[in-house]
Nanobody, 124 residues
């Protein structure tokens, strides 16, 4: 069983920056594809970014490109989501997800494990 714990959320003004961290338990972390998803107020959960097990490949939602960066440190069992130039539309609960396969997918149902989420609020 894999446990994922997100941290780093908070309140930030428009144009600000935040870095989210997802810490994973277990020794299989280097084998997992990792993803970040967001659920805004009244919206369904949507894909934000993903990184392959090696860290060499990444994928982003169109709204995230150029502003958000996903990365991982397999030695520390963590994945990061660095966010800059934040906008009110970025507000939501951010979830970390793990997939027991090395290649990237944006499809939510392909992920096997989920964290509880961390709240990000961007004020205008």
């Amino acid at each position: 069983q894999v446990q994922l714990v997100e941290s780093g959320g908070g309140l930030v003004q428009t144009g600000g920056s935040l870095t989210l961290t997802c810490t994973s338990s277990g020794r299989s972390f280097p084998m997992y594809t990792m993803g970040w998803y967001r659920q805004g107020p009244g919206n369904e959960r949507e894909f934000v970014a993903a990184v392959s097990s090696s860290g060499r490949s990444t994928s982003y939602a169109a709204s995230a490109k150029g502003r958000l960066t996903i990365s991982r440190d397999n030695a520390k069992n963590v994945v990061y989501l660095r966010m800059k130039s934040l906008e009110p539309e970025d507000t939501g609960i951010y979830y970390c997800a793990a997939r027991n396969a090395p290649w990237i997918t944006q499809r939510e149902h392909d992920y096997d494990y989920w964290g509880q989420g961390t709240q990000v609020t961007v004020s205008s």
